[in-house]
């Protein structure tokens, strides 16, 4: 099983519809993210935890919303989904550099792919 | 802003060749360069990342070399074969209090590589 899971990996919606992508992850990290990912652009992170109680906005969270339900889930909403949000979100888990003596890589899963009608 | 430029957008290189990907950031703060590969229908795994400590950090036939005074750093691929075909990222970030989980990525470069 994949250590980082997310789910659904691909959805077609309509605008205006709410959406959430989920994430559960097993590595026991405690640091989670959102990305997104568009052709030319790279990645670009949407929003940020350290800690079940530590959320963070990143570069492009206008638009999203996020919930750490637990240690190991982290999710992702689109309140009211538009066409530009259409794009392909990766969730990923780190382990601090510093802190627990981590490398500080990001574990990716497989991304989940939302395209806005 | 871009604070990471990455270039070439894409790359077709023969087998056995050399492919370079190249970055430049901005943000003098940035401590610690990675790069991310991604093959078709999967997230971005680490390959291989650098300090501005070193000039220069090889693992097998991956090479990152980094010039802090230019703020450029690049990626070289000794001897490119067919399943070295992927994205590459690559990515920046600072300290501050967190760790190096929180990336700012270039734009991606598409390496084919040709049997």
């Known amino acids: 099983d994949a250590d980082v899971t997310q789910t659904p990996r691909n959805r077609i919606t309509k605008t205006g519809k709410r959406i959430m992508l989920e994430c559960s992850q097993t590595?026991?990290?405690?640091?989670m993210y959102w990305y997104r990912q568009d052709p030319g652009l790279g990645l670009r992170l949407i929003y940020y935890?350290?800690?079940?109680?530590?959320?963070n906005k990143g570069e492009i969270s206008d638009g999203y919303s996020v919930s750490r339900q637990a240690q190991a889930k982290f999710s992702l909403s689109l309140e009211s989904a538009i066409p530009n949000q259409t794009a392909l979100y990766f969730c990923?888990?780190?382990?601090?550099?510093?802190?627990?003596?981590?490398?500080?890589?990001?574990?990716f899963g497989e991304g989940s792919r939302l395209t806005v009608l | 802003q871009q604070q990471v430029k990455q270039s070439p957008q894409s790359l077709i290189v023969q087998k056995g060749g050399i492919s370079i990907i190249n970055c430049a950031y901005e943000?003098?703060?940035?401590?610690?360069f990675p790069w991310y590969q991604q093959f078709p229908g999967k997230g971005p795994a680490l390959l291989i990342a650098?300090?501005?400590?070193?000039s220069e950090k090889k693992e097998g036939r991956f090479t990152i070399s980094f010039n802090k005074s230019a703020k450029q750093f690049s990626l070289h691929i000794m001897d490119s074969q067919p399943g070295d075909s992927a994205t590459y990222f690559c990515?920046?970030?600072?300290?501050?209090?967190?760790?190096?989980?929180?990336?700012?990525f270039g734009q991606g470069t598409i390496l084919t590589v040709h049997p």
């Open positions: 990923a888990t780190s382990d601090p550099l510093k802190r627990t003596g981590g490398t500080g890589e990001l574990f």
């Open positions: 590595k026991g990290h405690d640091r």
């Open positions: 935890s350290f800690d079940v109680k530590d959320i």
């Open positions: 943000n003098t703060a940035f401590d610690y």
């Open positions: 650098i300090r501005p400590d070193v």
């Open positions: 990515a920046a970030s600072s300290p501050g209090g967190t760790s190096y989980g929180k990336l700012t």
